[in-house]
């Protein structure tokens, strides 16, 4: 079963419009929400992460919403560049010290010039 | 900078062989990890190491092994390969939680 569950699976958007990539979870242990990056042929790489103590993170233009009652979290791209496009994933950590990650099913983001 | 590095980028194997899939970080991390990446499902964990000679099943062991010898190589074993593990493989290393380094990963054709 899938412990985030990511929308859209795809997503085109116009170059300088925002991008919104959605995750869900329904395990309240879930304790740290990062997002990460992949362009083809690369691994996943780190972009930005929030703690469910702040309802907002933002790194340049960058952003992560949490809305931690309704258990879900959101990344929004503003002033999308057609380098932002990538395939975007969502994941969760099982509280202080565990070791592994959940992840979302992943969203093809491509922004159109 | 941190470097991971899988052992090739491209494989073609035949059902019932074994395979191995090896990786390497280069940054003295105590977690590595492997995952498979498939469309519309993500990434998902098949194991991870936090330690030499440590080991841990993730949420998808079943027909695969693995193997860490050494600190800085963790290796991926298919026992007898058949086409539901045709994937591209993705391993990682972090020495903490909060950071999972990538490799560019292995795509993995059975025939």
């Known amino acids: 079963q899938q412990q985030v569950k990511q929308s859209p699976q795809s997503l085109i958007v116009q170059k300088g419009g925002i991008s919104i990539i959605n995750c869900a979870y329904e395990?309240?242990?879930?304790?740290?929400f990062p997002w990460y990056q992949q362009f083809p042929g690369k691994g996943p790489a780190l972009l930005i992460a929030?703690?469910?103590?702040?309802s907002e993170k933002k790194e340049g233009r960058f952003t992560i919403s949490f809305n931690k009652s309704a258990k879900q979290f959101s990344l929004h791209i503003m002033d999308s560049q057609p380098g932002d496009s990538a395939t975007y994933f969502c994941?969760?950590?099982?509280?202080?010290?565990?070791?592994?990650?959940?992840f979302g099913q992943g969203t093809r983001l491509t922004i159109n010039p | 900078d941190v470097k991971v590095t899988q052992s090739s980028r491209y494989l073609v194997k035949r059902t019932g062989e074994k395979v191995f899939l090896e990786c390497v970080q280069d940054?003295?991390?105590?977690?590595m990890f492997w995952y498979r990446q498939d469309p519309g499902l993500g990434l998902r964990l098949i194991y991870f190491?936090?330690?030499?000679?440590?080991?841990e099943k993730g949420d998808i062991p079943e027909g695969y092994s693995v193997s860490r010898e050494k600190k800085e190589r963790f290796s991926l074993i298919l026992e007898s390969a058949s086409t539901n593990q045709t994937s591209m493989y993705l391993c990682?290393?972090?020495?903490?939680?909060?950071?999972?380094?990538f490799g560019p990963g292995t795509r993995l054709t059975v025939l």
């Open positions: 990682a290393s972090s020495p903490h939680i909060r950071a999972q380094y």
């Open positions: 395990n309240t242990a879930f304790d740290y």
């Open positions: 929030i703690r469910p103590d702040v």
């Open positions: 994941a969760a950590r099982k509280g202080e010290g565990a070791q592994k990650l959940v």
């Open positions: 940054m003295d991390h105590e977690n």
């Open positions: 190491s936090y330690d030499v000679k440590m080991k």
